[in-house]
């Protein structure tokens, strides 16, 4: 399993290769973002840990060429930018996870596994459908009544995990488990925040609606007229 980890700082590298490879990971390591983009692009990896105050080329632009190119590495953004609005960048520019420092590293390693396994685990070819929407797993496209519909990779996990749990009211919790793998604070409203994204993109101007508010309890997928 090889991973790419871009981090200026070369102790908390250090520490972070040291751990994972004890774990049996391979890790290469770039310390500044140029380098990283390069490697990035040129060689495959099975998950890119990438930090965002980099040199030379931010960890959000290395995200943003990463994804023009590939849609489907995991990418775990390690920061210490932690605010709603950091998430909301990260996720928006295609990140799958997102780890702020000061971090432990049992936590790290047990997102390592999660989006290595949940790769490991993608249904290539599956066509997901209700009503009028298709999602098509493997070739990363959404469409509705015939037109096609562009996500982000954020909004596409999400609507793919609703899509798989059709008819199932999911909670906040269980959205951020199994689509975030990540913890938010309370006040967190990341997850409401992109269930809107997708409304508009998925919802607007169709009929019937299909992503609905269950009060207190979460969201759900289903036909509603």
Known sequence: MKILLVEDEPKVSAFIRRGLEEENYEVEVAYDGRFGRQLALTHAYE?????VILPHFSGLEVLQAIRAQDQQVPILMLTALGTTTDKLLGFDGGADDYLVKP??????????????????QETKGATLTLADL???????????????????????????????HKGRVL?????????????????????????NYLRNKVDKGF????????????YVMREEF
């Not at 998950?47 to 930090?51: A, G, H, N, S």
């Not at 609905?212 to 309890?217: E, R």
């Open 47 to 51: 998950l890119v840990i990438l930090d």
């Open 103 to 120: 971090f432990d590293f049992p936590e790290l390693l047990a997102r390592v596994r999660a989006l290595t396994r949940r790769r490991g």
């Open 134 to 164: 298709t999602l098509d797993t493997a070739a990363k496209t959404v469409t509705r009544g015939g037109q096609p519909i562009k996500l982000t990779a954020r909004e596409f996990g999400l609507l793919e995990l609703f899509m798989r």
């Open 171 to 195: 909670s906040r919790a269980e959205i951020a488990e199994n689509s975030w793998e990540d913890s938010f604070d309370s006040g967190s409203n990341v997850i409401d925040v992109y269930v």
């Open 207 to 218: 009929d019937p609606k299909l992503i609905h508010t269950v009060v207190g309890m979460g």
